[in-house]
């Protein structure tokens, strides 16, 4: 069983930045594949990032690809966001996720078996 806490998440002006974090309970934090998702009012849940294991495969939505950041520090059983220069539409709640699998490509979402309660990133205009 694996825990997720996401946070970090706030009100931020566009073109500003913020760093979410995610921080995994139990030993295996290094066993598990790590992502992010975000889900915005009235849509559905979608990809952001998937990093590997060891930091060293990182995959990321296109939309992303050029602003956003993920990166992990397993000694603090921990998953980072770093998100630069946001816009009004990456307003979302924003979820980590762990999947237990080495996987070629972002995994799809019901591949990630452990989630976040989530947490909410709103950027003003």
């Known amino acids: 069983q694996v825990q997720l806490v996401e946070s970090g998440g706030g009100l931020v002006q566009a073109g500003g930045s913020l760093r979410l974090s995610c921080a995994a309970s139990?030993?295996?934090?290094?066993?598990?594949?790590m992502g992010w998702f975000r889900q915005a009012p009235g849509k559905e849940r979608e990809f952001v990032a998937r990093?590997?294991?060891?930091?060293?495969?990182?995959y990321y939505a296109d939309l992303m690809r050029r602003r956003f950041t993920i990166s992990r520090d397993n000694a603090k059983n921990t998953v980072y966001l770093q998100m630069n220069s946001l816009k009004p539409e990456d307003t979302a709640v924003y979820y980590c996720?762990?999947?237990?699998?080495?996987?070629?490509?972002?995994?799809?979402?019901?591949?990630?078996?452990?989630w976040g309660q989530g947490t909410q990133v709103t950027v003003s205009s």
């Open positions: 139990g030993r295996t934090f290094s066993s598990y594949a």
């Open positions: 990093i590997g294991r060891s930091g060293g495969v990182t």
């Open positions: 996720a762990a999947d237990p699998v080495v996987r070629q490509g972002p995994a799809r979402e019901y591949d990630y078996i452990y």
